[in-house]
T-cell receptor
Framework: QQQVKQSPQSLIVQKGGISIINCAYE??????FPWYQQFPGKGPALLIA?????SEKKEGRFTISFNKSAKQFSLHIMDSQPGDSATYFC????????????FGTGTRLTIIP | GAVVSQHPSRVICKSGTSVKIECRSL??????MFWYRQFPKQSLMLMAT?????????EQGVEKDKFLINHASLTLSTLTVTSAHPEDSSFYIC??????????FGSGTRLTVV
């Protein structure tokens, strides 16, 4: 059962543009929602995470928007750069991240000049 | 930030042999570590949860006798792929969570069984 659905599967954005990746979850017990960035041949690296008591969190060019009623959250990358080209995974967990992560299917982001 | 070291990064082995992958938390203690498997262009699939000093918890469909996990200390967990076959070829990644921080992942191990 796919508990975290991620879209789009792939995304091409022009340099300087905004990249937006969306995720939707089913389990209302989830209370920790991180985003990971993965480069080919490497392990995922934590980008930013949010808890459901806030609707938005921003760190540098990366912003998470969270809609608890819709059970959706999204990652916005502002001023996208070629170095942002990677695969992005959303994830969810319960007990504020003290339990195992459930990952989305991933989005391959390509930033073109 | 916290670092999880995984070794080796790449390994090629012959079909029928066993391969051991190590996962170390370098600057924190980890009573729990997680092992994932990732096929090309796919997401991470949790294989098992490694618990220090006790038996690992395996996800449904993961063969316990094929994927042996040992968490002998607070900083080391190992995954041994026994009697490896070509279908076991994959990218294996471990993860741990320092107190108060998010999950940190190792750099992964590319296993190729020939």
């Amino acid at each position: 059962q796919q508990q975290v659905k991620q879209s789009p599967q792939s995304l091409i954005v022009q340099k300087g543009g905004i990249s937006i990746i969306n995720c939707a979850y089913e389990n209302t017990a989830f209370d920790y929602f991180p985003w990971y960035q993965q480069f080919p041949g490497k392990g995922p690296a934590l980008l930013i995470a949010i808890r459901p008591d806030v609707s938005e969190k921003k760190e540098g060019r990366f912003t998470i928007s969270f809609n608890k009623s819709a059970k959706q959250f999204s990652l916005h990358i502002m001023d996208s750069q070629p170095g942002d080209s990677a695969t992005y995974f959303c994830a969810a967990s319960i007990r504020f991240g003290n339990e195992k992560l459930t990952f989305g299917t991933g989005t391959r982001l390509t930033i073109i000049p | 930030g916290a670092v999880v070291s995984q070794h080796p990064s790449r390994v090629i082995c012959k079909s029928g042999t066993s391969v051991k992958i190590e996962c170390r938390s370098l600057d924190f203690q980890a009573t729990t570590m997680f092992w994932y498997r990732q096929f090309p262009k796919q997401s991470l699939m949790l294989m098992a949860t490694s618990n220090e000093g006790s038996k690992a918890t395996y996800e449904q469909g993961v063969e316990k006798d094929k994927f042996l996990i040992n968490h002998a200390s607070l900083t080391l967990s190992t995954l041994t792929v026994t009697s490896a076959h070509p279908e076991d070829s994959s990218f294996y990644i471990c993860s741990a969570r320092p107190t108060g921080e998010g999950y940190t992942f190792g750099s992964g191990t590319r296993l190729t069984v020939v």
